[in-house]
């Protein structure tokens, strides 16, 4: 069972580009989130989804996009990278609101 | 006032000793609390929910005292395998969402 899976693991852009981080989950669960993480500011929620077709934002939401269309697959899209986006993603999935999450790995990622 | 208050440490504790970490949330609609484990640069795992009557898990202790406002964890007779950061969430429902914030994690390191 492998829970949460992240790719890439590391990634560096230059300003202006954009991509997609992938987190795909094996374990059925409706509840998904990506967050970023920052020294001294904790996890913060980018978007959320409550199941396939239903996503949300969260508390920083500028810059990125999401989609669920399926229930395992969660992509974060970066639009336009900026430095300020320079962080520590991860995916997170729960099966649902009563319950802590299962994290994947995360993705480094260095915008310059 | 941050809605959870963790102090970031670090906790220097020698092996054996017994610690505890608190964290204030300021919500007090707030329903679901958990005690996660996060090792350097890797992704948060949970580590106990945290139950009003309290709950224990080997050498970990969680409480919850709704009253103050604080969920706290100890852990008796730590190892140096217990160095690690400890993040608190707590899960409070706003309309038809579950908001969960995270703390931004306390710092452990136990010595030899």
């Known amino acids: 069972n492998a829970g949460v899976t992240q790719t890439p693991k590391f990634q560096v852009l230059k300003t202006g580009q954009s991509m997609t981080l992938q987190c795909a989950q094996d374990?059925?669960?409706?509840?998904m989130s990506w967050y970023r993480q920052d020294p001294g500011m904790g996890l913060r929620l980018i978007h959320y989804?409550?199941?396939?077709?239903?996503?949300d934002q969260g508390e920083v939401p500028n810059g990125y996009n999401v989609s669920r269309s399926t229930t395992e697959d969660f992509p974060l899209r970066l639009l336009s990278a900026a430095p300020s986006q320079t962080s520590v993603y991860f995916c997170?999935?729960?099966?649902?609101?009563?319950?802590?999450?299962?994290f994947g790995s995360g993705t480094r990622l260095t915008v310059v | 006032r941050k809605e959870v208050e963790q102090d970031p440490g670090p906790f220097n504790v020698p092996e054996g000793a017994t610690v505890a970490f608190n964290c204030t949330y300021s919500?007090?609609?707030?329903?679901?609390f958990f005690w996660y484990r996060q090792d350097c640069r890797k992704e948060p795992k949970l580590l106990m929910s945290?139950?009003?009557s309290g709950n224990e898990d080997g050498r970990f202790t969680a409480q919850l005292n709704r009253a103050s406002q604080y969920i706290s964890l100890l852990i008796r007779d730590s190892k140096l395998s217990d160095s690690a950061t400890y993040l608190c969430v707590v899960n409070m429902r706003t309309g038809g969402y579950q908001k969960v914030t995270f703390g931004i994690g306390t710092k452990l390191q136990v010595i030899p």
């Open positions: 989804s409550v199941g396939a077709g239903i996503t």
């Open positions: 374990m059925n669960h409706e509840y």
């Open positions: 919500n007090s609609a707030s329903q679901s």
């Open positions: 945290v139950y009003s």
């Open positions: 997170a999935s729960r099966a649902d609101r009563e319950v802590g999450y299962t």
